[in-house]
């Protein structure tokens, strides 16, 4: 066990660390000797050549007391206004505490919209890029106060997962209040056992999932299982371990029998398709028949007119949309070279009629493969 761990952590050099309102909170207050535990910790390592952007949850559980709230607020704003407050106090925190090594550190506040518009997208990675090569540790939380759900992450481990391919990193840790992923709920059931070592989550692996999940994060084992998937997909490894154990990062960093891993996908996707099968928001569908299907998935082929019977939405050139087999299950997702209109009448033509039928031809391809991720 300890050798294909090591083997998957020994060219791991930037990791995403993410904290859960659960690890950072005791009793609705910031737990202040966890602070100062984790700012050891994370100069301690830095030191040792590591280097990371912290995914903080924190700021609604930290707003709370402030305005007076003895249970989770229940409507939006108040959430927000919590976060405004909370997310002021828990950067007050991390800043005081790595101060103290000499730390400098930098808030990133992200809302999905800036993740799914590839500018903004963009933009983030320069920012994280310049940080880190400033030596200035990121602190990452959703933007809480102006999100609504549309645009929101969801929770943080997947802001987290997605942070993965954004910056390039090579390993995700998701620290929690559990020593990891359990074969049934550990709160609940005495006898739960843990599981070490995960290499694909499949239905199975999401089975053993607990549906339930702390009072004070908004997560749950179920969105960190989504969130080792999609890291896996990106070809790196996930570990989901106890952030309340002193020494947890260096005993995980060292290969050691800590928590769960979860093995990368061989086939890993690249940071642009990590991007298009996870951070975008589909405007529509296109239904492929059996041949397209298979063409895509064990050809890796652009997607011809020929093998779409049927468009749904409606979207405009460059859009996202989703690519269905006949039973409607989402298998690819790409970005379009033709409208949804101009998709409709080419849709089972052969791609040397698109100029007789359209008036212009501006590629053979509706989805080129290097617009296109596999799901
Ligand atoms: N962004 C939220 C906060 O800082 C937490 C979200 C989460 O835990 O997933 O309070």
């Known amino acids: 066990m300890k050798n294909i761990r090591c083997k998957n952590l020994e ?173 049934c709920d550990p709160k609940v059931v005495s006898g739960a056992s843990l599981i070490p070592l995960i290499d694909e989550v499949d239905a199975e692996v999401t089975a053993f999932a607990c549906t339930s999940k702390s009072a004070v994060g908004s997560g749950g084992m179920l969105s960190k299982l989504e969130a080792a998937r999609k890291a896996a997909a990106y070809g790196i490894p996930t570990v989901i371990a106890n952030g309340r154990r002193p020494g947890v990062m260096s005993r995980v960093l060292a290969g050691e029998d800590e928590g769960t891993i979860f093995l990368p996908r061989a086939n890993r996707l690249s940071c642009r398709q990590h991007w298009l099968a996870f951070a975008v928001k589909p405007r529509g569908s296109l239904y492929l028949d059996k041949g397209a299907v298979r063409a895509l998935i064990e050809r890796g082929t652009s997607l011809l007119p020929a093998g779409i019977f049927r468009v749904e939405g409606d979207f405009g050139v460059g859009e996202p949309v989703s690519c269905r087999d006949l039973e409607g299950a989402e298998i690819a997702r790409g970005l379009v070279t033709y409208s949804s209109s101009d998709i409709k009448k080419i849709a089972g033509l052969h791609s040397r009629e698109i100029t007789s039928r359209l008036g212009y031809d501006a590629g053979a391809e509706v989805i080129h493969r290097d617009n296109l991720a596999l799901l």
């Open 11 to 183: 060219h791991v050099k930037l990791v995403v660390v993410k904290l859960g309102s659960a690890v950072l909170t005791d009793n609705g207050h910031l737990n202040a000797s966890f602070f100062t535990r984790f700012a050891g910790e994370i100069a301690q390592l830095r030191r040792h050549g590591y280097s990371f952007i912290v995914v903080t949850s924190g700021a609604v559980a930290a707003g709370l007391e402030a305005l007076g709230f003895t249970s989770p607020p229940l409507t939006i704003p108040e959430k927000q206004a919590c976060a405004a407050v909370g997310q002021l106090r828990l950067m007050r925190k991390y800043e005081q505490e790595f101060a103290a090594h000499d730390q400098v550190v930098a808030q990133v506040l992200l809302t999905a919209d800036d993740i799914r518009n590839r500018r903004r997208y963009l933009n983030a990675r320069n920012t994280l890029r310049a940080l880190l090569g400033a030596d200035i540790l990121p602190l990452v939380n959703e933007n809480d106060t102006v999100v609504v759900r549309e645009i929101k992450f969801g929770d943080n481990d997947n802001l987290a997962a997605l942070l993965t391919s954004l910056a390039e990193v090579d390993l995700l840790l998701l620290l929690t209040d559990l020593d990891g992923v359990y074969n």
